[in-house]
């Protein structure tokens, strides 16, 4: 087994944790050293375990992962859980949007005037925060005002955008506590 590369290892120590049949299978970080196929053939083997009724709990990194083969996640933040819930949850907010647009500053200029959460992109872009079904309005808004629409993309949100927002909260909070303490 020394002479196993560490995904080969990895796979061998799921495989033993199967033989038992457990209830409760803990896994650490058990994508490591795993190349992108292994990767995806794991994450299906875990998903095929929980549908049929087997507990798994992964302790990673690698949020990516969790995201696509979890439906609970704790985040833990210096050791303290700071929150459980549901994967789709955690990402359940506004949404932002870029539209590729031209030309910026009629655009900028109309935005101003209104009260959505907009920011600037790169050359012709604007970032708009909003519920998915008041786009069509901000669009039309744009139109009627001379603006060239060319691409409305919606941004996927991660479970790392999510936990860093949650950390960076949970720090800055515990930064103002100790500031008044």
Not at 11 to 39: F, S, W
Not at 46 to 61: E, T, W, Y
Not at 147 to 155: D, H, N, R, W
Request: with cysteine.
């Amino acid at each position: 087994v020394k002479r196993y590369s560490l995904g080969m290892r990895q796979r061998l120590g799921v495989a033993q944790a199967l033989l038992a049949d457990p209830k409760l299978l803990v896994l650490d970080e058990p994508t490591n050293g795993l190349d992108p196929a292994g990767i995806r053939e794991f994450r299906e083997l875990i998903r095929k375990l929980a549908d049929q009724g087997m507990s798994v709990f992964v302790s990673s990194h690698m949020l990516s992962e969790i995201q696509q083969m979890c439906d609970r996640v704790a985040v833990l933040n210096q050791g303290e859980i700071i929150t459980e819930k549901h994967v789709s949850a955690l990402l359940d907010h506004q949404s932002r949007f870029r539209l590729q647009l031209a030309p910026l500053p009629l655009a900028k200029s109309v935005l101003q005037n209104t009260e959505i959460e907009w920011e600037v992109g790169k050359s012709e872009e604007i970032y708009v925060t909003v519920e998915r079904n008041e786009v069509p309005q901000v669009v039309r808004l744009l139109v009627e005002k001379g603006i060239e629409i060319y691409e409305v993309t919606e941004e996927q949100h991660s479970l790392e955008e999510a936990f860093l927002a949650m950390t960076q909260a949970e720090s800055n909070a515990e930064k103002g506590e100790r500031a008044h303490a």
